[in-house]
């Protein structure tokens, strides 16, 4: 199980479908969502100067519970206590971490997020 302090709440993003060309494709502008509690985001930021504008790049990681319904490429939709909305990327497969006993307590994912 997760600490106590993990108590934030994210919404899950994950694109609907829709055909293109014979092929089916993420249609983002109508993504299904869900709710996971129990969670807590992680981030350090960095910036960057490309091209005489600056790029601020967040990366950080996302503690979820064990059964949160969580895949790569989802985008992570969260308030920082700045009051500051974020939409992250899951960026690679969400990762389950066991304890020494083998029961899986949480799941990890790595999130990524650019500015500017």
């Known amino acids: ?16 479908t829709r055909e293109q060309r ?7 502008r109508h993504p299904q969502k869900h709710t996971v509690g129990g969670c807590s ?12 504008r600056t790029q601020t790049s967040l990366g950080g990681t996302l503690y979820a519970p064990p059964d949160a319904d969580l ?4 985008r992570i939709e969260w308030t920082d206590l700045t009051g500051t909305d974020h939409t992250f990327l899951v960026d690679g497969e969400p990762m389950p971490w066991t304890s020494p006993t083998g029961r899986v307590t949480h799941l990890q994912a790595r999130l990524a997020e650019w500015r500017g």
Do not use: F, I, N
Not at 22 to 28: E, I, K, L
Not at 71 to 74: P, S
């Open 71 to 74: 895949r790569a490429g989802d």
């Open 22 to 28: 014979g092929a089916t494709v993420p249609d983002w």
């Open 41 to 52: 985001v992680q981030l350090p930021s960095t910036s960057m100067t490309l091209d005489g």
């Open 1 to 16: 199980m997760l600490p106590s302090w993990c108590r934030e709440s994210v919404v899950v993003a994950r694109p609907g």
